[in-house]
DNA sequence: ACTAACATGTAATCTGTTACATGATTGA
DNA sequence: TCAATCATGTAACAGATTACATGTTAGT
């Protein structure tokens, strides 16, 4: 997740990792915000591999900025990474947002193989939420906590299933 | 949020590890499988810390099952978990589900306090979503996955939202 | 005969969190 | 003067992923 959004990002514009930080923060509505822990080492990792590369900046106050710009390389893995999401991209809605984020940098027909598969995801039988071990309907649900989480999963499942198959038929084969 | 999930499901009810990772995924809408490698050293973690005891069962097929039954000092520790959840687990939806979903166990002035820090979470002034650095509005977003996001991101905060203050009225004073 | 579901674990590796470390500029 | 924002990094530790390892039972 962390390195489609860095390449991502860098994709459209060479940035340095303080301003990543930001841009990851508020894609994520600020659910997720990267430590400089995981930022740094990650850009060091990726630039290792080659896939970005930095030129020092004078720093607009603070520490010299690293201005961080995608290699061929680097273009290559995001788009085999958006290509090829594993099931928890697919699955986990914070994942896939960030996956959307980008998607736009992959042909029609791929974009729609990735829409497809998170539909389908969606789509399966898999009556989530559950109390005592089945699964367990909304009128059932005693617990109020429960009940409203219930009651958005349900909603937000059924908008997004919505938008999946009004995008996939645009993108149409 | 795997220990939350762990203690919460089985202050309900004795499970072995097999069907808590059944039942941590149908929580989550599947969204989080938990992995065998990431699941049994928690049990052993907790164990260790006198958290948990197991007792051990022929199991209905194959490996004899390890039931865990919840100890008084994990019954606290859970109580501990719910009564002071981290910034990430205000802040991260499937965190915050975890939590809503053993809410139940606080009081209800203790449960008020919780559903307040997501609310003040989501009415904080974030904007969130952008393109080139800054918040961008819905209308101004001409990627269509990013509108997308954005609608669904908007949509579900918006209920969530009246949800909370509905509950944190009802919980009262 | 094979696959899926049941059931538990370990080991290598990677990645993330948290805390430490440093230091400039801007605004209250 | 103090806090916030800017800006980058390292180190110790905890935790997760993936692959390995093993074996049964039920259904097709």
Known sequence: MLEVAIL????EAPLHGYELKQRIAMLTGHAYRVSDGALYPAILRMEQRGWIVRHQERG?????????????????????LLRNPSELEISNSSQFNVLLAFLKYLQPAEQRAVLKRRLEFLEGARSFFQAGGKPVKLVEEADPFRRGMLQMAISSSRKEKAWLREMIEVLGE
Do not use: I
């Not at 991502?8 to 994709?11: D, P, R, V, Y």
């Not at 607009?60 to 085999?80: C, F, H, I, S």
């Open 60 to 80: 607009e106050a603070a520490a010299p900025r690293q201005v961080l710009t995608l290699t061929p390389d680097g273009e290559q893995e995001l788009l085999r």
């Open 8 to 11: 991502g990002f860098l994709k």
